[in-house]
């Protein structure tokens, strides 16, 4: 028999032969692929391994791996750091490739005659790894047409199996959270190094499954107080405080999981803990899941999980193939916008100024949430649609509407909607369109762009430094007791009554719940019923 070598596209269809209901036989295998049975063997008893680079973008059409263990380090070390310096869109060029594989090498202990990162090693390196010529240029915003297809065709096999209610995912965006629409005060990129300007900006965390029944809840990561220590790379976290608006309240129920830190950036920290509680949720509810992730550096890919399996899209890809980013962001942003426009002309009867205006830490979390839950279920299956992610199988499609005309319940277009908000406010001469106001934090980065290193933080336990520290400018609101809530209810139902009498049925759904919550609340605490008077 003419000795054949398989890709690893054809071994990983050899594995799924074996795997089926009425799996083929060794024998059967050779045969049908052309190769010995000890070869077929082989290959079955590799099936982690080979489904392991299927899944972290090896190649498919590779024949051989490497086979020595230091060149297979270099390998992957080497991958990692460009992927890591693409998620942060530096040009990486072949020469430079080169030197930093020679530099990985002389880590191992190999010596220069050993290993010399030629061109052809250049080239084999970049076959394995699916790397075009235009992601190793200067072209850093340019998408390989090649990869994302071979990406795509991959993505079929690497879903098979699972249900859509069990694929994942993840993708953080920047929030400018109470930026308002005026040109002149757009936040550039650079100015959100070293953390400035941080107070205004949260990173949210949005994860999803395919079929939109299972939005997880937002991470939100806002600023902390933290002072320098000396002038190394230490930071002392002093006084950590919560914004003002959070010290009557109990973090732990807020509508979002709140982190901060002194960036307001993700970090591979709170990423492996968000991650591990999501294991936890999952395993309870005993399933496994397929959580898809881009390359960035705050993403780590050795963490090893009971109940999710992690997938990294391929380098400089995810403009194209993340479904978050083809529309599910950009739709939670409008609903976000909108509601925020929506609190500046409420607050306009009242205040003198802009500088009157004020948008709390509170305020923006709760819109977040809202926002969130507003994307509608049909927008994130178009999103996973477009993004590549379908299967044959006809009961699984979605359906064709538009991903941003389905989002408002009275089927009105939100960015038309934002526009005639807008349209309401006057800011010199300089307001923004809705799209403007949508797209003012795309370019936002979600984690440190300008160092690999994170800070190491050293908690100091009942100490109060409070030098240096920034103040916080949130404002601190005392919540209403039920009794003062349901008096302002009454004053609402006397506004109804003289201006807008359809509000009436509102304000009274809301009264009977807030009604409902003051009985069972006085019924906890009373033994009987005179206690309901005062005395």
Not at 58 to 67: C, D, S
Request: hydrophobic content about 35%.
């Amino acid at each position: 028999m003419k000795r054949h070598k398989l890709t690893l596209d054809q071994k990983i269809l050899l594995i799924k032969d074996s795997n089926d209901g009425n799996g083929l036989s060794v024998r059967k295998l050779a045969e049908k692929y052309s190769i010995s049975k000890s070869s077929a063997a082989s290959i079955l008893t590799r099936r982690a391994e080979y489904q392991n680079d299927y899944l972290t973008n090896t190649n498919k059409g590779v024949k051989r791996k490497l086979k020595d263990d230091k060149g297979q380090h270099i390998d992957e070390v080497l991958f990692e750091w460009f992927t890591a310096q693409r998620a942060k869109h530096i040009p990486i060029s072949g020469p430079l490739l080169q030197e930093k594989a020679r530099q990985i090498a002389e880590e191992c202990g190999l010596q220069p005659d050993e290993f010399k990162a030629s061109n052809g090693w250049l080239e084999k390196f970049r076959n394995r790894h699916m790397i075009g010529y235009r992601q190793i240029s200067d072209e850093s915003a340019s998408v390989c047409t090649t990869t994302t297809e071979e990406w795509k065709h991959r993505l079929l096999t690497i879903i098979n199996g699972y249900s859509v209610d069990d694929i994942y995912n993840a993708d953080e965006t920047g929030l400018l959270f109470k930026a308002i629409p005026d040109r002149s005060l757009v936040l550039s990129k650079e100015q959100c190094k070293d953390g400035k300007r941080s107070k205004e900006r949260y990173t949210v965390l949005l994860c999803s499954n395919w079929s939109g029944s299972d939005k997880l809840k937002p991470l939100v990561i806002g600023k902390s107080s933290f002072m320098t220590f000396r002038k190394i790379n230490v930071s002392i976290l002093g006084k950590s405080r919560q914004p003002r608006c959070f010290k009557h309240l109990n973090i732990a129920k807020l509508p979002v999981t709140w982190k901060a830190n002194r960036t307001a950036w993700m970090n591979a920290k709170l990423f492996s803990d968000w991650l591990a509680d999501i294991n936890t949720k999952m395993k309870i509810s005993s399933r496994q899941i397929l959580l898809f992730l881009d390359n960035a550096p705050c993403h780590p890919v050795d963490v090893q999980l009971s109940n999710i399996e992690l997938v990294f899209f391929p380098p400089n890809t995810t403009s194209t193939v993340q479904p978050l980013d083809q529309g599910v962001i950009h739709s939670f942003k409008c609903h976000y916008r909108r509601m925020f426009v929506k609190h500046i002309i409420a607050q306009c009867t009242m205040a003198h100024s802009i500088d009157h205006i004020t948008v709390t830490a509170l305020d923006a979390i709760r819109w977040i949430h809202e926002a969130w839950n507003t994307v509608t279920n049909i927008t994130i299956r178009n999103c996973f649609r477009t993004a590549g992610f379908s299967f044959i199988s006809t009961d699984q499609q979605t359906s064709n509407y538009d991903i941003m005309s389905i989002d408002n319940d009275d089927n009105q277009d939100p960015i038309k909607y934002l526009d005639d908000l807008l349209s309401h406010l006057l800011i010199g001469g300089n307001r923004m369109s809705a799209i403007e106001l949508v797209n003012i934090d795309c370019d936002i980065p979600v984690f440190n762009e300008w160092s690999d290193n994170n800070d190491l933080l050293v908690e100091i336990v009942n100490t109060d430094i409070t030098e240096n520290v920034e103040e916080d400018e949130s404002i601190e609101e005392i919540p209403l007791k039920l009794p003062e809530a349901l008096d302002i209810l009454r004053i609402l139902h006397l506004f109804a009554s003289t201006k807008q009498p359809e509000l009436h049925v509102l304000i009274s759904k809301l009264e009977s719940e807030m009604t409902d919550l003051y009985l069972y609340s006085k019924m906890a605490k009373q033994s009987c019923i005179t206690g309901f008077f005062k005395k």
